[in-house]
């Protein structure tokens, strides 16, 4: 690999050290590492006889590619948490999770960290990535999310229990949750992730659980992130020494200036609330999910836009892997997202999206920046990013991925397949009442243009404000 040489020239390159864009500046690389950038670079540096590949990049830009430390490949694109945790075989869902990398990497996406998912399928294929079995993203992997029964995960009755292909294990107790580590290190895992209350609304974890285990991880030399809504569980895991924080909607004044010091990176992993707001009603996503994604995007905005003037470190995370968030087609959007309800500058999003996401995959000073020495892992896109982020969302811009300072070849037919989880049963999305179809009192039209009677909008608003004081942020 040492006498491989790529020039990647006549471009204008942001290389996410926040530095201004060099115009016709151009990118070398030896092997897999970048050895010079600038407007002086060229064949000249290039030994005499040893082979050099080039790439034009004149009118478009050149900068390192995304890093998204939130992407589940073993969701397979689901409609619901059945599909997630009890339909399809692990062994399906080691080929779907196989399929969905290329994907995810198409979308200029080269490292990903899954935080979570169903047996070891991540352990599996991020050594097939690496092994060059499977065309994909670099990657980092957790085992299943470890939770309590007051968290999230464990979403089935006690009757039922937590299903062997959940993507969570069930831990009450400060032994028990020892003993999953110890398997999960076991197991090959990157990291280990806790899941404390779904909506953050209280603390499901106490500060000694909390403690013990990121003591356990770090001592099998292993990292450690949670999910973590609310202001209470923030502070303890930080207190804990928690490596990276996943989302912190609601976080006060305190918690914040703790989080900015510490320099804990906090990945928001807002494209999950935003698609549904924005997007569900395209899809059939129930009117009070969208209200309360929409009520929790508010409440996130105020707290994210506090967190930046305070300067926390933020990192892309898009929870790509729902029906909502499918693999490949959304994860810049959180680029877009970062900016519009954290404030964050152009460049500030593209080194959410960049460097800051370097430590998810363990490859801190390594990654995530155009500089000598770094992985060489470049996008070449069209358009300006600095100008308009969302460039970045299109795929047909994202005209060339060189990952490990090779450009990658994609077979673009296989790409415009979908291969999901097998799918829940579903008879309806609502009830089909008598007053549903012949009421006519105060009709109301719907998305569909059908009439709504007073007894159904009473119902509706019944069930959205039931809905809403147990899903949404608290305030």
């Known amino acids: 690999m040492a006498g491989n040489w790529l020039l990647v020239e006549n471009g204008t390159v942001i290389d996410a050290t926040g530095a201004p864009a060099q115009a016709g500046a151009a990118v070398l690389v030896q092997g897999n ?20 590949a080039r790439i034009d990049a004149t009118g478009r830009t050149v900068m390192p590619g995304l890093i998204d430390a939130h992407c589940h490949m073993t969701y397979g694109e689901s409609r619901s948490e059945e599909e997630i945790d009890l339909y399809t075989s692990p062994e399906s869902r080691t080929l779907k999770a196989a399929f969905h990398a290329h994907k ?20 599996g294929i991020r050594d097939a990535i690496r092994d060059e079995f499977v065309l994909g993203p670099r990657m980092t992997a957790a085992g299943r999310y470890i939770t309590t ?20 294990v069930l831990a009450n107790t400060l032994p028990a949750m020892i003993n999953e580590v110890r398997h999960q290190v076991k197991n090959g895992v990157d990291l280990i992730k806790l899941a404390d209350s779904p909506y953050g609304d209280y603390q499901a974890f106490t500060n000694d659980e909390l403690k013990a285990v990121a003591d356990l991880a770090h001592q099998l030399g292993k990292s450690l992130t949670i999910h973590a809504r609310g202001s209470a569980e923030v502070g303890a895991a930080l207190d804990a020494g928690i490596d990276w924080i996943m989302h912190g909607n609601a976080m006060t004044d305190e918690v914040i200036a703790k989080l900015a010091a510490s320099r ?22 129930p009117v009070e999910l969208r209200d309360g ?28 892997g729902f029906a909502v968030t499918p693999y490949g087609e959304w994860h810049a959007r959180e680029l877009e997202l970062l900016m519009t309800y954290a404030g964050l500058s152009p460049m500030e999003a593209l080194q959410a999206g960049t460097v800051n996401g370097a430590k998810m995959l363990g490859l801190e000073g390594q990654i995530g920046t155009l500089e000598p020495g770094m992985i060489a892992d470049i996008i070449i896109v069209d358009g300006d990013p600095l100008a308009d982020i ?33 799918r829940a049963i579903t008879y309806s999305t609502a009830d089909l009442t008598y007053d549903l179809v012949y009421g006519i009192d105060s ?24 809905r809403e004081s147990s899903a949404v942020m608290p305030d």
Not at 150 to 167: A, K, Q, R
Not at 264 to 278: C, E, G, H, S, Y
Not at 297 to 317: P, S, Y
């Open 33 to 52: 590492r970048i050895h010079s950038v600038g407007t002086d670079v060229g064949e000249h540096l290039v030994p005499r006889g040893e082979p050099l």
């Open 104 to 123: 995810v990497l198409r979308a200029g996406v080269t490292g990903i960290s899954q935080p979570g998912g169903s047996y070891y399928i991540g352990v």
């Open 149 to 168: 029964s007051n968290g999230l995960t464990d979403w089935f009755p006690d009757s039922v229990g937590v299903p062997e292909g959940s993507i969570g």
């Open 264 to 285: 804990t990176p906090l990945v928001p992993t807002l494209l999950l609330l935003a698609n549904i707001t924005d997007y569900g009603k395209l899809v059939g996503a």
């Open 293 to 320: 994604m929409a009520r929790s995007l508010e409440c996130t905005a105020e707290t994210l836009h506090r967190a930046h003037d305070a300067g926390v470190i933020f990192t892309l995370g898009t929870d790509s």
């Open 390 to 422: 969302r460039v970045l969302q299109d795929k047909r811009n994202i005209v060339t991925v060189i990952k490990d300072g090779k450009p990658v070849v994609f077979d673009e037919e296989a790409l415009s397949r979908h291969w999901p989880h097998e």
């Open 443 to 466: 009709p109301v039209p719907t998305g569909d243009g059908a009439p709504w009677s007073a007894d159904d909008q009473a119902d509706l608003v019944a069930t959205v404000k039931t």
